[in-house]
């Protein structure tokens, strides 16, 4: 694409074009906006993480102000026919190199170009692509150098699979579908922790004659984490002394409730006592633990 070379003043402002509004009932218009907003906000929101990471500072860029200010930006482009705008590593690690620590930075950098535009178009035209492509280069070869590869191996599967799925989506078929790969392993990932994560079990010696077991949950225990939990119950020894520890637990799912309601009937069957340790009391076998779970919590 080649920067327009107007002959004067009159020919640079004719450059710009107003919405025409008619067409604001047209799906396709809508399809397409969505469509640049969520790449955009997408390539805002990885361009801030890098160039966080970038920033020799560690400096925080607030991500709810930084789309703000896009979305306001693409409103007033988007009224005087001008591109979608975002935020660009490029110039972003420009910036850091050269030592901005403020965004009087970003706002003299948007400046200069305008000026560059409005006055060096001709000389714009003639940088060759392959440079910017050098540029460009360098700066992902900083964001994803070989180093990175391997610490994100040595943290772990669960670190190092989201991450290579999402760099080898973006390579070979696009941004947007790079990070829905990505995201999706994630999700599959975090639902794989919740489940190995519902509770802690801790068990001590013989008590009277039975097994003593200590099962501590989570502060949050939601469906997903109904089949490990059923499992464990399930899987008691007879003759158990089962100590349930839900103090901690902020919310407990009603899957959950009814599970250990229905093991209550099994375990008068293999003589398996339940006490339970909560904010509405330490209760030994309860009759209904829906019921229990029912009582507002006491107060001291």
């Not at 799906?27 to 970038?54: G, H, N, R, Y």
Request: hydrophobic share 45%; aromatic share 8%.
């Amino acid at each position: 694409m080649s920067v327009p070379v107007p002959d004067g003043v009159d020919s640079f402002l004719g450059q710009f074009s107003f919405p025409n509004f008619a067409e604001i009932t047209n799906p396709e218009i809508w399809i397409v906006a969505f469509t640049i907003a969520l790449v955009a906000s997408l390539e805002t929101l990885l361009c801030v993480e890098a160039t966080d990471k970038l920033d020799p500072h560690k400096n925080v860029t607030p991500t709810n102000r930084e789309l703000l200010a896009q979305g306001t930006g693409n409103i007033i482009s988007g009224m005087i026919g001008g591109l979608p705008i975002t935020q660009v590593i490029v110039r972003s690690s420009a910036n850091i190199q050269s030592g901005g620590r403020s965004k009087m930075s970003a706002i003299i950098h948007g400046f200069l170009l305008l000026i560059s535009v409005m006055l060096i178009p001709r000389l714009l035209n003639m940088i060759p692509l392959s440079v910017l492509a050098a540029v460009l280069l360098i700066v992902g070869y900083k964001l994803a150098k070989p180093s990175l590869f391997i610490k994100m191996y040595e943290l772990g599967w669960k670190q190092f699979i989201p991450f290579t799925v999402t760099v080898l989506g973006i390579v070979f078929t696009d941004l947007l579908k790079g990070i829905g790969m990505g995201l999706a392993i994630g999700i599959v990932v975090i639902l794989i922790k919740s489940y190995q994560n519902s509770h802690f079990l801790h068990i001590e010696d013989k008590s009277n004659g039975k097994h003593k077991i200590k099962m501590t949950f989570a502060e949050e225990v939601t469906f997903f984490n109904k089949g490990a939990i059923l499992k464990e119950l399930y899987s008691l020894p007879r003759d158990t002394y089962l100590e349930l520890d839900v103090r901690n637990t902020t919310y407990l799912d009603n899957d959950i409730i009814e599970i250990l309601d229905d093991f209550s009937i099994k375990a008068k069957e293999r003589n398996i006592d339940i006490k339970i340790f909560s904010t509405r009391g330490i209760v030994e076998n309860p009759q209904s633990f829906v019921e229990f779970f029912k009582l507002k919590p006491q107060t001291t």
